[in-house]
């Protein structure tokens, strides 16, 4: 299987890396020319995946038409804010044979589409059953140690599904299928903004209990819109929703949530984001659940007061203030909600 991977940022050197000690050949496509010059002079990708070794079959390069062209799959792990861009130049290439796996996470601003449902409106109906989505608990810098990892690859054809699974499954990376493409994306998405709420409250120096209330509510926030969209609620109860929730919430490898621990303690956001490359997904997520969720008619209160923290630069504090003031409701009055959709 020849293998194209587009974008080598943490994640996709770390899955390209994956692939290519499994045997397979593998093309990375770089923006930065410095990347390549790293991965081809030592190895490493010093800039985004610093100290892990990569293999020697990985064969980095700027040039994407050659990435992209005549591969068996492409795996686009793009930033979302560019995703659509780089993607045009990449329709071109696919046939009714490869597969196209997105592996980013995120929810385009102003027209609140996934990563496949952008890719449902640039290619032709005929490649729509090849696409697929990889999400779940995943830092790239573990996956890239061989730490033991499980994710979810959800795809419309099973055939698909299982071929993606069979690809990218190592005794170290345990990959489960699913059917419900925009649950396993919602949840990947949504559980950024999130993150970030988690880390502001570690920045306050709030407690464990605090956190504890941020991820149950938030996986309830995420379950509402997913359902609302027609999403299987199973899905958010398992890696990609969940789990990944979790994980972003509680790890410190997590850029969002490091985002979010550094508006707790004080810092601007626009202090935040010049100090690294990296992108915090979660930033232009926010914005994107915020819209969609009011478009929707969703109510998500963690996500709305991230929202105003992060564009209309409302107190932290202030914005806890409001979450533990709401009006007093039954934990579970939110199912109703459930009833509604099916009942429409």
């Keep these: 299987m020849n293998i194209g991977v587009i974008g080598a ?26 990347v390549c010059t790293d991965i081809v002079r030592f190895r490493e990708n010093k800039i985004f995946l610093p100290e892990i070794r990569l293999s020697g079959r990985l064969d980095p390069s700027n040039d994407l038409d050659q990435v992209a062209a005549g591969k068996d799959m492409l795996v686009l792990v793009m930033p979302s ?8 130049n990449l329709v071109h290439h696919p046939t009714e044979k490869t597969m196209i796996v997105s592996a980013s996470k995120g929810i385009e601003n102003e027209t609140y589409l996934t990563m496949t449902g952008i890719l449902q409106q640039l290619l032709p109906p ?4 090849q696409l697929a989505a990889l999400s779940g608990p995943s830092f790239a810098k573990e996956v890239g140690r ?5 994710v979810t690859v959800a795809a419309r054809s099973a055939q698909v599904a299982e071929a993606v699974q069979t690809a990218f ?22 559980k950024n903004v999130m993150a970030i709420a988690s880390g502001i409250s570690d920045g306050l120096g709030l407690g464990l209990n605090t956190r504890a209330a941020l991820i149950t509510r938030g996986i309830t926030e995420i379950q509402r819109l997913g359902i609302r969209l027609g999403a299987n609620p199973r899905t958010f109860m398992g890696l990609a929703g969940l789990g990944d929730l979790v994980l972003t919430c509680t790890g410190t490898l997590s850029r969002n949530w490091t985002v979010g ?6 810092l601007a956001l626009d202090t935040i984001l010049s100090q690294t490359r990296a992108v915090a997904e979660g930033v232009r997520t926010t914005k994107s659940v915020y819209e969609l969720s009011k478009k929707v008619g969703v109510e998500m209160p963690i996500a709305e ?16 203030h409001a979450l533990m003031s709401r009006t007093l409701k039954q934990e579970h009055d939110d199912d109703a909600g459930v009833h509604d959709i099916n009942n429409s």
Excluded: C
Aim: zero cysteines; charged letters at 15%.
């Design 81 to 88: 804010h560019v995703f659509r861009s780089v993607a045009m």
């Design 126 to 129: 005929r490649l729509h059953g």
């Design 261 to 266: 621990h550094k508006l707790g303690q004080g």
């Design 305 to 320: 007061q991230v929202y105003h923290i992060l564009y209309d630069g409302l107190d932290p504090r202030k914005a806890l």
């Design 9 to 34: 940022g943490a994640w996709g050197t770390a899955l390209a890396n994956l692939l290519a000690q499994k045997g397979l050949a593998v093309a990375l496509w770089a923006y930065e020319p410095e």
């Design 169 to 190: 499954a190592t005794p170290y990376f345990r990959v489960y299928t699913s059917f419900d493409v925009l649950g396993v994306e919602l949840g990947g998405a949504v």
């Design 146 to 150: 061989k730490i033991p990892t499980a």
